[in-house]
């Protein structure tokens, strides 16, 4: 059973803090990607890796990095959380070089800055 | 830029027919996901278009004209647990990145 895992369902944090969301996926696939989910908004991609310490910049990048040193594990940091950051995260793999066409999501974490 | 349109909410009753539509202007398409997201829970992939034409997958079916830019997820016989949010997703780039629609919220009433 393919699964991507991320490691907190809910976090609450305070302004100003670095704040390190994790996803790992054990499906082998290359691809990853960060989205946030906002009501009205749908999925919004933050950045995606297509391989091993390889990042793009989705279409709303500020304010978050990411970092991807092993092919399983994708993390989201936000650098300096403010509350406008709070929202749902999801995180997705993609089996890659074109095959895949399905995308795994985690359960998402609900992250709320105050 | 990338924008794709779905209605924001569909109510019908158990047993109906329900459309969801979905149209799209995006710097590149390679084809059409849609994915099914239950309150509190992750979004599972329904089905994906390549080529112009019907896809069915049991219950559901998806259909795609890509020169008009549109597609829709046609679901049949309703049931009380297809109550979900639906997304539409383009693929834009071959092999990675796909983006999103705004969702479709559907009610299925008894």
């Known amino acids: 059973d393919v699964k991507v895992t991320q490691s907190s369902r809910y976090l609450v944090k305070r302004t100003g803090e670095k704040v390190f969301l994790e996803c790992v996926q054990d499906?082998?696939?290359?691809?990853m990607f960060w989205y946030r989910q906002d009501p009205g908004l749908g999925l919004r991609l933050i950045y995606f890796?297509?391989?091993?310490?390889?990042?793009e910049k989705g279409d709303i990048p500020e304010g978050y990095s990411v970092s991807r040193e092993k092919k399983e594990r994708f993390s989201l940091i936000l650098e300096s959380a403010s509350t406008n950051q709070t929202s749902m995260y999801l995180c997705?793999?993609?089996?890659?070089?074109?095959?895949?066409?399905?995308?795994?999501f985690g359960q998402g974490t609900r992250l709320t800055v105050v | 830029g990338q924008s794709l349109e779905q209605p924001s909410e569909v109510t019908a009753v158990e047993g109906a027919i329900v459309q969801i539509n979905c149209t799209y202007q995006?710097?590149?398409?390679?084809?059409l996901s849609w994915y099914q997201q239950h309150d509190g829970g992750a979004p599972t992939f329904l089905s994906y278009?390549?080529?112009?034409g019907l896809e069915e997958t049991g219950r559901f079916s998806s259909f795609l004209s890509r020169s008009d830019s549109y597609g829709y997820l046609l679901l049949q016989e309703l049931q009380m647990k297809d109550s979900a949010s639906y997304f539409c997703?383009?693929?834009?780039?071959?092999?990675?990145?796909?983006?999103f629609g705004p969702g479709t919220r559907l009610s299925v009433l008894p």
């Open positions: 997705a793999s993609l089996e890659g070089t074109g095959g895949g066409t399905e995308a795994f």
């Open positions: 499906m082998d696939h290359e691809n």
């Open positions: 890796s297509y391989d091993v310490k390889m990042k």
């Open positions: 995006t710097s590149g398409f390679y084809g």
């Open positions: 278009n390549a080529l112009d």
């Open positions: 997703a383009v693929r834009v780039r071959y092999g990675q990145n796909f983006v």
